[in-house]
C-alpha cells in the first residue's frame, strides 16, 4: 500500500482508490474504503466535498496522497483518485447477513456481483449511458437489487468486472426482501436478515484466498471431517443431511462476539488484531479431550497411543491430520522476469510421491512444516504450504557493508519493474528451462537486470541504488570486488529481515483418522528407525524453494533440512 504522503510518484504503489476496488471486494465496507487516513469521508456527497477540502487543502496538495491519488499499476501514469465518480463504499451488512443469498454453480452471487461491481471502478454506467458510482452501488448490486448487471467474460487471468448497472429496488420488493411503506420509503424484511451468517457468505470471499493460498476447499464431505460431521453427511441418515446453501459449519469454530471479532487462531502470515488471537477459540484438543472443560460432547474423543510418548509436545494436531491436499495451490509467484505475477501451482514442481516431485501424478501435494506457539503457550510444529517468491530489491546496507542486522532491502515497486521491461523478459533472458516461459536464473540474466535497474523510471528517479534478486532463500548482487559479475549469499540468520519462502498455514480440509500420518501403526511415516533407516515421507520429502536454479531445474530442500532435525 502506498503511504500517505508521498515525496514522487516513484514512490506510490497502491493507493487506497485501488485498493478499495481491488481488495475491497472482501472487506465489508466501511473503515479504509469510506474514510481517508485523516478520519475524513473520501468524498461527502451531501457537501460535494473531498476530505481533504474539508481540511482546507486543495487538489494540488494532495497530488502525491496515498488516499487522494492514483498511480496506474501498468504504465505507472499519475492521477487524481475520481471518488466523486465512484463514491464511497459504506458498511455492507447485507453482505454477511442476507438470509436468501443466490448461489450459482457453487458460487455466491451476493459476493461477486458487489466484487465485480467494485472492480468496474469508473468506467461503470447505467442503461442510458450515465456513469453510475461504483463503490457506493455495490452492496445494491450484491442484493441483486437491479435490472441489468452486465459483466463481460474478462481476459485469462482477470477477475471480472462489470461494465453496466440499472438499479432497480423493485426487485428487492418483489421478491419480499425489501418493504415499501405508504411514503415508498424501503426497508428491509425481517425475513431477509439472518443473525448467523451461512457458510456460502463466508466462502464468498475466502474462497478466492484460500483456493490459491492452501488449496482449501468447503462444501466437500470427502475432504473436511468437520465440514462433513457439522452437516450430518457423515451418517446414514440422509433425512438430517444439512444443504450446502444452509451449512453454517463455519459458525461452529469462529463464533463472534457483539464487536465482530469472529474466533480465530493464530496464522503464519499476516496480522489481524493479535490480540484476540485464540480468544474464545477451541483448539483441537480442547474440543476432542475427554475430560477437558471445552470439550464438545459431539466430538470423538481421541484414543490413539500416538496422542502419548511426547508427539503432542511438538507436534500439532494438524500435523498429521492434514497429510496432504488434493486441490492445487499456488506455489511459486514470480515477479522478477518482467514485473508481473507469474504463478505456478503445485501441480507444476509437487507430486503424488512426496519423495519424488516428477512422478507426474499431481492428484495431491505435501505440505512443509514451520513452529507456531499454540494456545497453550507451547511452540508445536503445523503443516504449511510455502509460496516461494522472486523480487527485485533495493539494498540500504546502512554504511555497514559487513554487519548485515541494520540492512533493508525495499521491493522495487512492481509498475516500476513492468515499465522497465516493458512487460517482456529482457533481451539476452531464455527459457532454460523448456516450460514454454522465459525466466531469470543463470547469473548473466541476474546481471541484464541488475544493470537495468540501476537506470531511472519514467519520472526520472533511480530504479535503485543498489538493486538485488530475492531467490530461493539468496540475495543475489553484483560482486563489488569484480564489477559485472554476480554472486549470492544466503540471507537466513543474517537478521536481514527479508524472505522468499512465505509459509501459509493449512488448518482445515481435516482427513479422517484413517487417512492420518502414523495410521494403523505407521510409525515408519516419520520414523526412520521403523522404515529400515530409509528417508521417511514426512520429514524427508521433497519442498520445493527456487522453480528455476542456474540451471533452469527447480530446487528442492527437505523439512528436516529446513527445520534442522535430526534423523530419529
Not at 2 to 27: L, R
Not at 229 to 246: G, R
Not at 354 to 382: C, E, H, I, N
Request: negative net charge; charged residues 20%.
Amino acid at each position: 500500500m502506498a503511504g500517505k504522503d508521498n515525496a514522487d510518484p516513484s514512490s506510490i504503489d497502491k493507493t487506497s482508490f485501488y485498493w478499495a476496488a481491488k481488495c475491497g471486494a472482501c472487506h465489508p465496507g466501511g473503515g479504509p474504503t469510506e474514510y481517508d487516513r485523516d478520519g475524513e469521508l473520501y468524498f461527502d456527497v451531501t457537501s460535494a466535498q473531498f476530505g481533504y477540502e474539508k481540511l482546507g487543502k486543495t487538489s494540488a496538495d494532495v497530488t502525491h496522497d496515498g488516499d487522494y491519488c492514483m498511480v496506474s499499476p501498468t504504465t505507472g501514469s499519475l492521477s487524481m483518485a475520481a471518488w466523486d465518480k465512484t463514491g464511497v463504499s459504506e458498511p455492507d451488512c447485507l453482505l454477511c447477513h442476507r438470509s436468501d443469498r443466490t448461489i450459482a454453480d457453487g458460487v455466491d452471487k451476493t459476493a461477486s456481483w458487489r466484487q465485480a461491481t467494485l472492480r468496474s471502478m469508473t468506467a461503470l454506467v447505467d442503461d442510458s449511458g450515465e456513469v453510475v458510482p461504483a463503490y457506493a452501488s455495490a452492496a445494491t448490486a450484491g442484493q441483486g437489487w437491479w435490472s441489468t448487471l452486465e459483466i463481460p467474460t474478462p481476459p485469462p487471468g482477470k477477475p471480472p468486472s462489470a461494465s453496466v448497472l440499472q438499479i432497480d429496488y423493485s426487485v428487492g420488493v418483489a421478491d419480499g426482501n425489501l418493504v415499501a411503506d405508504a411514503s415508498d420509503m424501503l426497508s428491509f424484511s425481517g425475513a431477509s436478515i439472518t443473525k448467523s451468517p451461512v457458510d456460502y457468505s463466508c466462502w464468498g470471499c475466502h474462497s478466492m484466498a484460500e483456493k490459491k493460498k492452501r488449496g482449501r476447499v468447503w462444501f466437500d464431505a470427502d475432504n473436511d471431517v468437520h465440514y462433513a460431521a457439522f452437516s450430518h453427511l457423515d451418517d446414514a441418515d440422509p433425512d438430517n443431511d444439512v444443504a450446502a446453501s444452509d451449512s453454517a459449519s463455519c459458525n461452529r469454530c469462529h463464533m463472534n462476539d457483539d464487536n465482530h471479532n469472529f474466533a480465530k487462531g493464530n496464522i503464519f502470515l499476516g496480522s489481524v488484531n493479535d490480540s484476540e488471537d485464540y480468544a474464545n477459540f477451541r483448539t483441537c484438543q480442547e474440543c476432542h479431550d475427554g475430560d477437558g472443560a471445552g470439550r464438545d460432547p459431539e466430538a470423538p474423543a481421541y484414543e490413539s497411543d500416538i496422542h502419548s510418548n511426547g508427539h503432542m509436545d511438538v507436534m500439532s494436531c494438524e500435523l498429521c491430520h492434514i497429510p496432504y491436499k488434493v486441490t492445487a495451490a499456488q506455489l511459486v509467484g514470480d515477479n522478477a522476469s518482467t514485473g508481473s505475477p507469474k504463478g505456478f501451482y503445485t501441480d507444476a514442481f509437487l507430486s503424488s510421491d512426496p519423495q519424488d516431485p516428477s512422478m507426474g501424478d499431481a492428484s495431491r501435494w505435501y505440505p512443509t512444516f514451520r513452529w507456531k506457539t499454540d494456545k497453550d503457550g507451547v511452540d508445536r510444529l503445523y503443516p504449511a504450504k510455502g509460496l516461494v517468491a522472486l523480487w527485485w530489491g533495493d539494498w540500504d546496507q546502512g554504511g555497514t557493508p559487513a554487519d548485515y542486522t541494520d540492512d533493508v532491502i525495499e521491493p522495487v515497486i512492481l509498475w516500476r519493474v513492468r515499465e522497465m521491461t516493458g512487460g517482456l523478459a529482457l533481451p539476452g533472458v531464455v527459457d532454460d528451462n523448456g516450460d514454454g516461459v522465459a525466466e531469470v536464473n543463470t547469473e548473466a540474466e541476474i546481471m541484464l537486470y541488475l544493470d537495468a535497474l540501476k537506470g531511472v523510471d519514467g519520472y526520472g528517479n533511480l530504479l535503485a541504488e543498489n538493486p538485488v534478486l530475492i531467490k530461493g532463500g539468496q540475495v543475489w548482487h553484483e560482486d563489488p570486488a569484480n564489477p559485472g559479475t554476480v554472486v549470492s549469499f544466503e540471507f537466513h540468520g543474517t537478521g536481514i529481515p527479508v524472505e522468499s519462502f512465505l509459509p501459509f498455514s493449512l488448518d482445515h480440509n481435516v482427513r479422517p483418522t484413517g487417512d492420518a500420518l502414523g495410521a494403523a501403526g505407521a510409525c515408519g511415516d516419520c520414523h526412520s528407525g521403523f522404515n529400515g533407516g530409509l528417508p521417511t515421507d514426512v520429514f524427508d520429502r521433497e519442498i520445493l524453494v527456487d522453480p528455476y536454479g542456474v540451471d533452469g531445474q527447480p530446487v528442492y530442500e527437505t523439512p528436516r533440512d529446513m527445520l534442522g532435525i535430526s534423523v530419529f
